[in-house]
């Protein structure tokens, strides 16, 4: 057996049987699973030479998200167990993350524009394993032992700062700033003629 074969093989597989699985329920009303499963794809996907594949997987979790509503505020706050309140906002997060670093590399719009990215608070660090879901009990990070979604947030705030250094490079008007709408400048309005 070929050593260097088996692992894309195997990850091959994985993603054919998850891809059906996808299929058949994509149909359906979304779930926080099929976000969660598209994000994954996306994530094998951008590892492929099939990058037009990844930026619609990626689409298909951010519409499914917000149509789940993961994209306000209040979806999350109305949450009383911290453990599902944390799921949805780093789901709501990890499309945001997805959706900007791809913008970067294929050189696209992102989908997300900056308010909307914003407006759901960002996860806590504090790792899964430490929250209770006990909406009386306050949950925390054990002060010796760093959370590792600080990772996440840290990335987060890199992609923030690379989408408004995109924003800029594709403005129509330098003098705009990062403030702009992001489809006008990558479709500006303005017609010649």
């Keep these: ?57 990626v689409g298909l979790a951010v519409r499914t998200a917000q149509s789940l509503g993961l994209h306000l505020p209040e979806t999350s706050e109305g949450v ?17 993350l997805m959706d900007r670093f791809l913008s970067m590399t294929y050189g696209r719009p992102a989908m997300i524009g900056e308010r909307s990215a914003a407006a759901v608070p960002l996860p806590m660090a504090i790792d899964e394993h430490y929250l209770s879901g006990d909406p009386h009990r306050k949950d925390s990070q054990p002060e010796d032992r760093p959370s590792i979604l600080d990772f996440f947030i840290q990335s987060l705030d890199l992609y923030r700062i690379l989408n408004e250094i995109l924003l800029n490079v594709y403005a129509a008007d330098p003098k705009t700033g990062p403030n702009v709408d992001e489809w006008e400048c990558f479709f500006p309005s303005r017609y010649d003629g």
Aim: positive net charge.
């Design 1 to 57: 057996r070929d050593l260097h074969s088996f692992p894309t093989r195997r990850s091959s597989d994985l993603f054919v049987r998850a891809r059906e699985t996808l299929n058949f329920n994509v149909w359906q009303a979304g779930s926080i699973q099929s976000v969660q499963a598209f994000l994954l794809l996306a994530q094998y996907l951008q590892s492929t030479n099939e990058p037009h594949q990844c930026w619609i997987v």
């Design 80 to 96: 009383s167990s911290s453990r599902l309140r944390e799921l949805l906002r780093k789901i709501w997060h990890g499309c945001v």
